[in-house]
């Protein structure tokens, strides 16, 4: 089992950035898949990025491609999301998330989630 902790979020101005962290502990880090989703009140949880697990295959979402990346330190066990340009399309509470097994998309196939933090992108 692992458990995950996310950081990093906040309320920031349309065009800036953050950075979101995620810190696992528990079984061998090595051995996750780890993705990002989010979440607006009244919506389904959406796919946003996901990392392989030694960071070789990364996928992400129309949305945010060439403005969000994805990587992870398996040396500090953590998974990053590295926002950049955000819009006010983007404000929502994300959540890192981990599963064994081969790398996907949907929240359904994932085994372990944190608490999630709240992003909110101001126009």
């Known amino acids: 089992q692992v458990q995950l902790v996310e950081s990093g979020g906040g309320l920031v101005q349309a065009g800036h950035s953050l950075r979101l962290s995620c810190a696992a502990s528990?079984?061998?880090?090595?051995?996750?898949?780890m993705g990002w989703f989010r979440q607006d009140p009244g919506k389904e949880r959406e796919f946003v990025a996901v990392?392989?697990?030694?960071?070789?295959?990364?996928y992400y979402t129309d949305s945010v491609k060439g403005r969000f990346t994805i990587s992870r330190d398996n040396a500090k066990n953590t998974v990053y999301l590295q926002m950049n340009n955000l819009k006010p399309e983007d404000t929502a509470v994300y959540y890192c998330?981990?599963?064994?097994?081969?790398?996907?998309?949907?929240?359904?196939?994932?085994?372990?989630w944190g608490q999630g933090t709240q992003v909110t992108v101001s126009s």
């Open positions: 990392i392989s697990r030694y960071g070789v295959n990364t």
């Open positions: 528990g079984r061998t880090f090595s051995s996750y898949v």
């Open positions: 998330a981990a599963r064994v097994g081969a790398t996907l998309v949907s929240p359904s196939q994932y085994d372990y």
